[in-house]
């Protein structure tokens, strides 16, 4: 009987000091694995933008806020899954502020 696991990527973070106009990566050289389940914790102490590819900006989380996508929770026609990719960096941007910003995902 195949068996399935989740597994938990190491956590990013960033300093809210150093964040400013300009896209900078959270998590480095970018995932370590293809993730199903995306989470962003603002512990900063402004808000911040995200983006995955340090061009367009794709989400906006305020002060004390959480973001978190699933890509998916169920399977979908011929077993195919949705998962970001691994090496898939997140960027951010904003106001520094103080505090930090936590990027964490979950893989099988």
């Known amino acids: 009987m195949a068996q399935n696991s989740v597994k938990a990527l190491e956590l990013s973070s960033i300093a809210s000091s150093g964040i ?3 896209y900078l990566p959270i998590n480095g ?8 389940f995306l989470r962003i914790v603002n512990g900063g102490s402004t808000a911040v933008t995200i ?6 900006d794709n989400e906006y989380i305020p002060v004390s806020g959480v973001f978190e996508l699933s890509a998916q ?3 979908q026609p011929a077993a195919q899954i949705a998962l970001f990719s691994a ?3 997140v960027y951010i941007k904003g ?6 910003i936590y990027v964490s995902g979950y893989y099988v």
């Open 20 to 22: 400013g106009a300009a």
């Open 29 to 36: 050289t970018g995932f370590a694995k293809p993730i199903f």
């Open 51 to 56: 983006s995955y590819d340090g061009v367009t």
């Open 73 to 75: 929770n169920n399977s």
């Open 87 to 89: 090496r898939t960096i």
């Open 95 to 100: 106001t520094a502020g103080t505090g930090r």
